[in-house]
């Protein structure tokens, strides 16, 4: 079970907070796919934009 399906059942009052390097590079690699995210997101909006345009 991943992370995130763990934390959707966890109340935010009772979640404890992990510092252990394994959850640090899990956060790492979440925050990654998220910029990745963010990124393509900006790009649609771009192309969006110069199809608009011609």
């Known amino acids: ?4 399906h763990k934390m959707k059942d966890v109340k935010i009052e009772s979640a404890k907070y992990d510092s252990s ?6 956060h790492k690699e979440y925050q990654k796919i998220l910029d990745k ?10 192309e969006e934009s110069i199809i608009r345009l011609l």
């Open 1 to 4: 079970m991943s992370w995130v």
């Open 21 to 26: 390097k394994k959850a640090k590079d899990l």
């Open 37 to 46: 995210f963010e990124n393509g997101k900006a790009l649609v909006i771009m």
